[in-house]
């Protein structure tokens, strides 16, 4: 995927913007949905360092871009740089699409997670174990024990963890290991396979009834979602659902246009 440093950005009105950014499928599903409505802005994948985010917004500002998403890591980032949030916003301290005019955020992340539960056919009876406690991990966290999931968070640096149900006020348990055995739904929000980490989860004798639900996405199987086969797990799960709702979402705020689910997804499998 065609990608830009921040200092050379082209002519453009939306963009994603990631450190890395290289591995987005934004730009392919966001281009096909412009297309289809009729429109000519152009969409593109734009790296930005953590520590020059600021600067990065101003520059696209005064360039004409319109909207932005944000990826790892500068989500956190750009809800700081926002003027206007709602209190979902405020609450996660998160955000991952941001209007450039008026400095607004919101997440899509929450919401555009929770709109795949009923097409995976995960009920608010299953019970869910959340790996992570980053900014997609804050806004998925929320919506679930918002929507009434009996939750259980497991990070590696617990602290971090605890700091997350707390912050949040919501009820969840905090686990000591990764453990799926009674659970019906692993949810990867960690950046694992981004920095190549492993991910120390043990499937049971059961593993074949859990869903292995992964938040990241890649062409070839991500390093989670093959240790989850590996483990008997027999529904696995990659973020290109996810990533196709949120991001009709964020579309959608931006311009007012209905959702292109579909459309979206389509450009995708191609």
């Known amino acids: 995927m065609t990608w830009y440093e921040w200092q050379e950005a082209p002519k453009a009105e939306f963009a994603v913007l990631g ?16 297309k289809s409505l009729g429109r000519t802005e152009r969409y593109v994948a734009i790296r930005v360092p953590l520590g020059e ?32 949030t709602t209190s979902a916003e405020d609450r996660i301290r998160s955000v991952n699409t941001v209007r450039l005019s008026d400095r607004t955020g919101i997440s899509t992340d929450g919401p555009g997670f929770m709109d795949t539960l009923p097409v995976l056919g995960v009920t608010p009876e299953s019970k869910i174990l959340l790996l992570g406690a980053g900014g997609s991990a804050r806004a998925v966290a929320s ?13 590696r640096t617990s602290s971090r963890a605890e700091e997350l149900v707390n912050s949040l006020e919501i009820a969840a348990e905090i686990t000591e290991f990764a453990d799926a055995e009674g659970f019906d739904v692993v949810i990867n929000a960690t950046s694992s396979n981004l920095s190549g980490s492993n991910l120390d989860v043990r499937f049971g004798p059961n593993s074949a009834n859990v869903m292995a639900y992964d938040l990241m996405y890649s062409r070839e199987q991500t ?15 990659d973020g290109r659902l996810m990533l196709v709702h949120q991001g009709s979402r964020a579309l959608s705020f931006w311009t007012g246009e209905p959702p292109t689910h579909e459309i979206m997804l389509r450009a995708l499998e191609s």
């Not at 450190?19 to 949905?33: C, E, I, K, Y």
């Not at 917004?57 to 750009?78: I, Q, W």
């Not at 919506?143 to 990070?155: E, P, R």
Request: hydrophobic fraction near 40%; aromatic fraction near 12%; charged fraction near 15%.
């Open 19 to 34: 450190d890395p950014v290289s591995h987005s499928w934004s730009p392919l599903m966001h281009s096909a949905a412009l």
């Open 53 to 84: 985010f600021t600067s990065a917004m101003e520059f696209l500002g005064e360039r004409g871009y319109v909207g932005v998403n944000c990826t790892v890591p500068l989500k956190e980032a750009a809800f700081q740089w926002c003027r206007e």
């Open 143 to 155: 919506s679930l024990a918002q929507a009434g999931y009996s939750l259980s968070i497991f990070n």
């Open 223 to 237: 390093p989670f979602l093959r240790m989850a086969e590996l483990s008997g797990c027999k529904k696995c799960i």
